[in-house]
């Protein structure tokens, strides 16, 4: 190991059944360095920190830390945590009905022999040399998330880790809050210990961070001093395309020329929900396929959530076809019109136990009401009209879903909403994880969609494929819209700056 280096990966391996999630990464962190890992959805980040963590097993590689004469053997995160080696997730992991000093002790203590007096003045003094406003004795739910976040920092500090990893941990902070965790890192910075910030926020990168490493399918990107890597080019990194080397991927005869730009079938303005996404403007015509595009956490889904009433809306105000209408929840939207196939359709979209067929015909059941149930004799209509639409690959309509492909899945998530003749669809991920083939007969639906007049807008991690299906596209970056593109800007190099803030 280098001098100042407290941990070093090499060569680390990890392999799932029929994924490579990781291959020979390399990760290198030093003393006093708060270091960002950065890459989109599937780039291998969670693995490579479970792996750091003990969650789990490495199939190849080593792991060095200061202090140890040979490789580290890390089979469990109470191993990780033995060696100096804490995490601090998203969601908070202490207990909020004991105290703030019972957290940071916990596990460590001696049960009915513990001594209050002298772990709560321990407790304080930590929390003193640190600067976080709690007192020992207060009850951790009444800390604010950012307070419960840096008690547990404190607690890892506390425990003398050298390797500190913060994942996600400003999902939930204004910026308020994530300023004052920004103070607290910069302190654990001076007092040596080296961070692992895993985020998706651009901005808070460059504010806080010394260096980046970028990991991609697996792979290691690079590692980068942070003055050495302008936004554009960490994007470009992140999704694997070099600004030099771009060339145009728009298909003209796919795309969608808008025909009457002046009806607006939705229109909202100053939108916000409690997910946490800053108040925008937005609006699609009759017979547009728009979008909203930017990396991974940039609020993309949480704008559609609001349109549709998915998320609690707390503040805007929302018009269809120019009148004024409340949608606070998904059968408001469907009433109007308006269908919506969320991102994780394991979750959100499918109900596994039932046949294609209950699923197909379930929002139209919903909008009919149960108490004027649709006759089985129209729901195998309805069914088999939509499966052989959308060519679903299933032995019959009584298949349960669940035995389907993720790609039929997706179709019979598809029709469901079809089936309710909407005038607006919103579409989130539709293509993800499933083949080329189906991709490409998605991409080709919504087009012929849109130019039967039904107005759409469409989420893609894949900004190729946005580029192919949309006539424009809302950019999102740090759950704010900070742009948008339509005619001749939509390019790759156009989403890629407008996402990065304009540096070039």
Same mark, same amino acid.
């Given at each position: 190991?280098?001098?100042?280096s407290?941990? #070093?990966?090499?060569?680390?391996?990890?392999?799932?059944?029929?994924?490579?999630?990781?291959?020979?990464?390399?990760?290198?962190?030093?003393e006093?360095?708060?270091?960002?890992?950065?890459?989109?959805?599937?780039?291998?980040?969670?693995?490579?920190?479970?792996?750091l963590?003990?969650?789990?097993?490495?199939?190849?590689?080593?792991? =060095?830390?200061?202090?140890?004469?040979?490789?580290?053997?890390?089979?469990?995160?109470?191993?990780?945590?033995?060696?100096?080696?804490?995490?601090?997730?998203?969601?908070?992991?202490?207990?909020?009905?004991l105290?703030?000093?019972?957290?940071?002790?916990?596990? !460590?203590?001696?049960?009915?022999?513990?001594?209050?007096?002298?772990?709560?003045?321990?407790?304080?003094k930590?929390?003193?040399?640190?600067?976080?406003?709690?007192?020992?004795?207060?009850?951790?739910?009444?800390?604010? *998330?950012?307070i419960?976040?840096?008690?547990?920092?404190?607690?890892?500090?506390d425990?003398?880790?050298?390797?500190?990893i913060?994942?996600?941990?400003?999902?939930?902070?204004?910026?308020?809050?994530?300023?004052?965790?920004?103070?607290?890192? !910069?302190d654990?910075?001076?007092?040596?210990?080296?961070?692992? =910030?895993?985020?998706?926020?651009?901005?808070q990168?460059?504010?806080?961070?010394?260096?980046?490493?970028?990991?991609?399918?697996?792979?290691?990107?690079?590692?980068?001093?942070?003055?050495?890597?302008?936004?554009?080019?960490?994007?470009?990194?992140?999704?694997?395309?070099?600004?030099?080397?771009?060339?145009?991927?728009?298909?003209?005869?796919?795309?969608?020329?808008?025909?009457?730009?002046?009806?607006?079938?939705? #229109?909202?303005?100053?939108?916000?929900?409690?997910?946490?996404?800053?108040?925008?403007?937005?609006?699609?015509?009759?017979?547009?396929?728009?979008?909203?595009?930017?990396?991974?956490?940039s609020?993309?889904?949480?704008?559609? !959530?609001?349109?549709?009433?998915?998320?609690?809306?707390?503040?805007?105000?929302?018009?269809?076809?120019?009148?004024?209408?409340?949608?606070?929840?998904?059968?408001?939207a469907?009433?109007?019109?308006?269908?919506?196939?969320?991102?994780?359709?394991?979750?959100?979209?499918?109900i596994?136990?039932?046949?294609v067929?209950?699923?197909?015909?379930?929002?139209?059941?919903v909008?009919?009401?149960?108490?004027?149930?649709?006759?089985?004799?129209?729901?195998?209509?309805?069914?088999?009209?939509?499966?052989?639409?959308?060519?679903?690959?299933?032995?019959?309509?009584?298949t349960? *879903?669940?035995?389907?492909?993720?790609?039929?899945?997706?179709?019979?998530?598809?029709?469901?909403?079809?089936?309710?003749?909407?005038?607006?669809?919103?579409?989130?991920?539709?293509? !993800?994880?499933?083949?080329?083939g189906?991709?490409?007969?998605?991409?080709?639906?919504?087009?012929k969609?849109?130019?039967?007049?039904?107005?759409?807008?469409? *989420?893609?991690?894949?900004?190729?494929?946005?580029?192919?299906?949309?006539?424009?596209?809302?950019?999102?970056r740090d759950?704010?819209?900070?742009?948008?593109?339509?005619?001749?800007?939509?390019?790759?190099?156009? *989403?890629?700056?407008?996402?990065?803030?304009?540096?070039?």
């Amino acid at each position: 190991m280098k001098d100042n280096s407290v941990l #070093e990966m090499k060569n680390i391996s990890k392999s799932f059944p029929g994924v490579r999630a990781l291959q020979n990464v390399d990760f290198r962190l030093c003393e006093g360095e708060i270091h960002a890992l950065m890459g989109e959805n599937g780039a291998g980040k969670s693995t490579l920190i479970k792996v750091l963590t003990g969650v789990y097993e490495k199939d190849g590689g080593e792991i =060095f830390l200061k202090g140890l004469d040979k490789a580290a053997v890390i089979r469990s995160p109470q191993d990780a945590q033995n060696l100096g080696i804490s995490t601090v997730y998203q969601e908070i992991t202490l207990c909020p009905n004991l105290s703030v000093a019972e957290n940071m002790y916990i596990g !460590r203590t001696k049960g009915a022999g513990t001594n209050w007096k002298k772990m709560n003045a321990g407790a304080d003094k930590i929390l003193k040399s640190l600067d976080i406003p709690a007192k020992a004795t207060q009850q951790l739910s009444s800390c604010s *998330i950012a307070i419960q976040q840096m008690v547990a920092i404190a607690r890892a500090v506390d425990m003398e880790c050298k390797v500190l990893i913060l994942d996600e941990p400003t999902s939930s902070l204004d910026e308020h809050e994530v300023e004052k965790l920004f103070k607290l890192m !910069r302190d654990l910075k001076k007092k040596g210990v080296g961070i692992i =910030f895993v985020t998706h926020f651009l901005d808070q990168v460059y504010e806080v961070c010394d260096k980046i490493t970028v990991l991609r399918d697996g792979q290691l990107v690079g590692e980068y001093v942070i003055e050495d890597l302008p936004r554009v080019k960490l994007v470009a990194k992140m999704l694997g395309k070099e600004l030099d080397d771009m060339t145009e991927i728009r298909d003209d005869s796919l795309v969608y020329k808008e025909k009457d730009a002046s009806e607006h079938i939705f #229109e909202a303005q100053g939108l916000q929900s409690n997910a946490g996404i800053k108040p925008f403007d937005f609006y699609i015509n009759k017979g547009e396929v728009n979008g909203f595009t930017g990396l991974l956490g940039s609020g993309r889904s949480e704008c559609v !959530r609001a349109i549709f009433g998915a998320d609690r809306v707390i503040h805007g105000s929302v018009k269809i076809k120019g009148k004024d209408v409340k949608i606070s929840k998904p059968i408001d939207a469907m009433k109007h019109g308006i269908a919506y196939l969320p991102e994780d359709r394991k979750v959100d979209g499918i109900i596994g136990d039932l046949s294609v067929r209950e699923n197909i015909i379930l929002a139209l059941q919903v909008l009919k009401g149960f108490f004027r149930p649709i006759s089985k004799a129209e729901s195998y209509k309805f069914a088999d009209e939509y499966i052989k639409l959308l060519e679903i690959k299933t032995a019959s309509a009584d298949t349960p *879903i669940k035995s389907l492909s993720g790609g039929n899945q997706q179709k019979c998530i598809l029709a469901r909403w079809l089936l309710m003749n909407p005038e607006y669809l919103i579409l989130d991920e539709p293509t !993800r994880g499933i083949d080329v083939g189906t991709k490409v007969e998605i991409q080709k639906l919504v087009l012929k969609l849109a130019s039967g007049g039904m107005s759409v807008t469409f *989420i893609s991690s894949e900004t190729d494929e946005m580029l192919r299906t949309c006539s424009r596209l809302v950019v999102m970056r740090d759950r704010k819209v900070v742009g948008e593109l339509t005619g001749s800007d939509l390019t790759q190099n156009k *989403i890629m700056s407008t996402i990065a803030g304009g540096d070039n």
